[in-house]
């Protein structure tokens, strides 16, 4: 194991209940490192982020978070370690304004870049609407906000479900470009993505994820497309 | 009986308006106490959907506390306070952490057990050690004090300082709901308690400090409650009924609409027992019903955001 391995998961197989939904996963994150993870529906990449999340926990592997096991630590433990997760579908607490919502997840107080101002930098427009309730903005507004609350938790490791969902492609490649402000703060980053195109764009690894298997992995610029497809539908 | 102060029980047909508006602003008083025993119940199901049966029980353990206190330490009800409600919050702490989150999930149905369950050993365990005979705590001379505001307006100290005790305890709830970290902790737990665990909340944690904080007003109550009246290990189920008529009445979800909703009760009971004293309590559950047939959401809903 190397130095510079920031998150290691090696060989996990997660169940819910009697259903098995990842067989052996492995994956590795650098620092300052973006990963996708691609596949179709089903093929558990919510499950292995809600895993290194600390929602799931494996039944049999092991999750190494900056050195140290973490694949049995509770979710509110994980995320104090550095792990936030953006939900899938954003879930912002909706009795919450939003700059309530950011301040819940700056609540951990781990110290690093991200503050309120520095999240309102980044998205200027949270910043006008900080006293709306969260639920009054637009979906991508929601999406901003619901990154903007993960990070001020000050994470080492973002995790970002699914976080084109639903929005218009002007939106989805207005928040991947924050991605690199993001990194270049010295966060790595696990997207889940359906659009594909946009998941190579921004990573610089990808995960294909197959019925719970990883069935293919490499470089973003060296997959060709053909090898992505034929993993992806696994034909 | 209990909810009847003295003097308003005597039957005298043809009352004046000012015998009306004293009759009424004594309701009003009453009401913050019924307000007091709805507003730990509104917080904790308002935070983790828990309906605690033995809410009503605990009201009276806190006044065999405060009734221990007072004759141990030989100081006054008010001056047990200091010492009940820290000790009732440290109750609710370890009751939450150590049984009634275990009992949380998807179902509704075992929390409600587990409290009903709560209930009945409460009541027994004060029966054991207390006897069933009726007891009260004296305030002494403060008790029977009052001062006239106009011609025929009498208002006593101690209801007054009751009254003014639940105005504080409704604000300051308010106040801690909505202006500080802790309250943000709890709405958003309430919100959602997946995405609060994701973001750095332990909500066995954060429900624990919910249940200890809705059993320091409960300690406040319970000492209220055992000065006006006299109280024995039984009495608790009507308390709780008055709490979940206050809550119901004013509207799930707004700690100023449990103030409303306890006043509606207190003025309620109190009109029905001047036109009989057997309606006190009917005239209550009867504002309760019509509220709940007419608009079920309660007088002061919570605005949805």
Known sequence: ?235 | MPGTRPGMTNERPGRSGMQWFNIILQGVLIGGLYAMFAAGLSLIFGVMRLVNIAHGDLIVLAAYLALMVTHALDVSPLTSLLLVVPVMAMIGYTLQRGLLNRTLGDDLLPPLLVTFGLSIIIQNGLLELFTADSRKLQAGAIEVQAFQVTQGIWIGVLPLIQFMVAVSVIAGLETLFYRTALGRAFRATSDDQAVAQLMGLDTRHVFALAMALSLAVVAIAGVFLAVRANFDPAIGPARLIFGFEAVVIGGLGSMWGTLVGGIVLGVAQAIGAQIDPGWQLLAGHLVFLAVLAVRPQGLFPKVSG
């Open chain 1, 1 to 235: 194991m190397s130095e510079a391995q920031l998150l290691e998961v090696k060989t996990i197989d997660v169940f819910y209940g009697d259903f098995q939904a990842l067989f052996g996963v492995s994956l590795s994150v650098e620092a300052r490192q973006v990963i996708a993870v691609i596949g179709a529906n089903g093929a558990g990449k919510s499950t292995l982020l809600k895993t290194i999340a600390g929602l799931m926990h494996p039944h049999s592997g092991q999750i190494l978070f900056g050195g140290s096991p973490i694949a049995q630590v509770p979710a509110f433990a994980v995320l104090r370690r550095g792990v936030a997760l953006v939900p899938e579908g954003r879930r912002l607490f909706p009795s919450l304004t939003v700059e309530e919502n950011l301040l819940i997840g700056g609540q951990s107080r781990r110290r690093g870049p991200w503050s309120l101002a520095r999240v309102y930098e980044l998205f200027p427009v949270l910043a006008e609407r900080r006293n709306l309730p969260a639920l009054a903005l637009s979906g991508g507004q929601q999406q901003m906000a619901a990154i903007g609350r993960a990070l001020m938790s000050n994470p080492g490791l973002l995790l970002c479900d699914e976080i084109s969902l639903g929005l218009a492609p002007i939106v989805v490649r207005d928040i991947y470009a924050r991605m690199p402000q993001i990194v270049a703060e010295g966060t790595s980053v696990i997207i889940v993505e359906q659009d594909i195109m946009q998941a190579l764009r921004a990573a610089n690894h990808v995960y294909c994820l197959q019925e719970g298997r990883v069935a293919l992995q490499g470089s973003a610029r060296e997959l060709t497309r053909e090898a992505i497809s034929a993993a992806y539908f696994g034909v």
